[in-house]
């Protein structure tokens, strides 16, 4: 349902796992990390506490895809991600839930 986000404004980039996220970020820079849930794994929050300590990255906002009717995951661990969108949606959705979104990108090297 992302596969086009011309429309939207929004440049995605997709990664399978936490390897290639990792090296995505790096290459990309993003001001947003869209992570499903489905791809933590339960009771960790390995992923997400990588990407809010990521230092190539200051002031990266990390959203939560859950499914619709469930709990959030991780109790507890909210201050590990900055909000969450119901699945499903599409690029239009995801565009609008972002710019609620209060994002200071902080320069490199300060």
């Known amino acids: 349902m992302l596969g086009d986000s011309r429309a ?7 990664a399978s796992g936490a390897y290639q996220t990792s090296t995505l970020i790096g290459v990309f ?3 947003f990390v869209l992570v499903d849930e489905e791809m933590l794994r339960p009771g960790k929050s390995d992923l997400l ?19 619709g009717g469930n709990s959030l995951p991780l109790a507890g661990d909210e201050k590990l991600f900055d909000g969450y ?13 972002l710019a609620h979104i209060n994002v200071e990108r902080v320069a490199e090297g300060a």
């Open 8 to 14: 939207s404004g929004l440049s995605l980039e997709f």
């Open 49 to 67: 506490d990588g990407l809010a300590h990521d230092t190539r990255t200051p002031g990266l906002k990390v959203i939560l895809a859950v499914s």
């Open 29 to 31: 820079r993003p001001v």
């Open 85 to 97: 969108i119901t699945k499903p949606f599409d690029c239009q959705d995801l565009a609008a839930f």
